[in-house]
């Protein structure tokens, strides 16, 4: 697979995944918070593209996942950025989905964020990864919230990619 078409179709599934939340994006100010969050981004990793996942905070603890592929010959950095909410999300990355109960290996969760606002995660190899967050009971009894998390996502390709 060629370098162009490797990053067309990363590309494409961040267009694909942020098209249906545009907009949710706009009520939770996603642009805004992924512009200001871009330099979290720093060399040698390139901003991609960023996706939005709505949170609805309300009377029951929920769990919601969200999968990441990585690609071969590509190394990324993933930085969680969350807004509009108070409440305390748990951010825990699998190897396998909550659907595979049997032999699913945690690879990341909120305890390596730097706080409860922003976390950062390099896959270390190809494969797909399953992300879910946590999402508890809202700080207001009896009042719906909703917030979102940003993930920007940013890459470099290893000499492994080059043709």
């Known amino acids: ?40 981004i720093t060399k040698p990793f390139k901003f991609d593209s960023y996706v939005v996942n709505e949170l609805v905070f309300d009377d029951k603890q929920k769990t919601q996942e969200v999968a990441f592929t990585a690609f071969r010959g590509v190394k990324y950095k993933i930085v969680f950025i969350s807004s509009g909410f108070e409440e305390p999300v748990e951010v825990n990355i699998w190897d396998k989905s909550n659907k595979v109960k049997k032999n699913r290996n945690k690879i990341y969760d909120t305890a390596n964020g730097i706080d409860n606002n922003f976390w950062s995660w390099e896959p270390t190899k190809q494969g797909n990864y399953f992300i879910e967050y946590t999402i508890p009971v809202s700080a207001t009894p009896g009042v719906k919230k909703q917030g979102c998390i940003i993930m920007l996502i940013s890459y470099v390709e290893t000499e492994a990619s080059s043709d």
Do not use: E
């Open 1 to 40: 697979m060629t370098k162009g078409l490797k990053y067309i179709i990363v590309v494409m599934i961040g267009a694909f995944l942020c098209t249906g939340h545009y907009s949710y994006a706009q009520a939770c100010k996603a642009k805004q918070i992924m512009k200001s969050s871009k330099a979290n």
